[in-house]
């Protein structure tokens, strides 16, 4: 099996940058023999639990992520002493 692993991939869960429905990712990682495959998409989990059913079912290991972003509040920070 390949030493490389994608950890940066995302599914149709994140709008307007992936397209790949999870069933096919899958597919593609066993057909090309891949030990894992991570779900980073953007900002959410909502197919976490569907790809970690799917991969293992699959034989695939999977790596659950999330693209997140910080973003610096605009409120004024509260200081206690």
Known sequence: MPDFVHLHVH????LLDGLPKIPDMVAFAREKNMAELALTDHGALY???EFYKQAKRAGVNPNIGVEAYEVPSKLPQI???
């Open 11 to 14: 599914s149709h869960y994140s």
């Open 47 to 49: 197919g976490a639990i």
């Open 79 to 81: 200081k206690t002493v």
